[in-house]
Nanobody, 120 residues
Framework: QVQLVESGGGLVQAGGSLTLSCVAS????????MGWFRQAPGKEREFVAA???????IYNDSVKGRFTISRDNAENTMYLQMNSLKPEDTAVYYC??????????????WGPGTQVTVSS
């Protein structure tokens, strides 16, 4: 059974930093892409960043230059370093895994999410 578990969310002041982690288990994830999405209250879930098995990465324009995605293939773990956080970054952040890298919500596996709240 595939399981994704996010951690690292919390409350931070604007301008601060947080690092999210996602650990995947339950199957072999060789050549799978991993991604982060977020959903703010009353809004649709949106793409944040994604990284391929070979560590090619793509970002939503709204987080470019502030967020950095990375992964440890040996540990089936993905990270999202978030700097210069803004109140509009407040959302539940979801980890997702998929055979191919994508910016759409078509990922095969999803975690339960972790809350990130940025105060002004």
């Amino acid at each position: 059974q595939v399981q994704l578990v996010e951690s690292g969310g919390g409350l931070v002041q604007a301008g601060g930093s947080l690092t999210l982690s996602c650990v995947a288990s339950g199957r072999t994830f060789s050549n799978y892409a991993m991604g982060w999405f977020r959903q703010a209250p009353g809004k649709e879930r949106e793409f944040v960043a994604a990284i391929s098995w070979f560590r090619d990465s793509i970002y939503n324009d709204s987080v470019k230059g502030r967020f950095t995605i990375s992964r440890d293939n040996a540990e089936n773990t993905m990270y999202l370093q978030m700097n210069s956080l803004k109140p509009e970054d407040t959302a539940v952040y979801y980890c997702a895994v998929n055979p191919v890298i994508s910016t759409t919500r078509s990922y095969a596996y999803w975690g339960p999410g972790t809350q990130v709240t940025v105060s002004s």
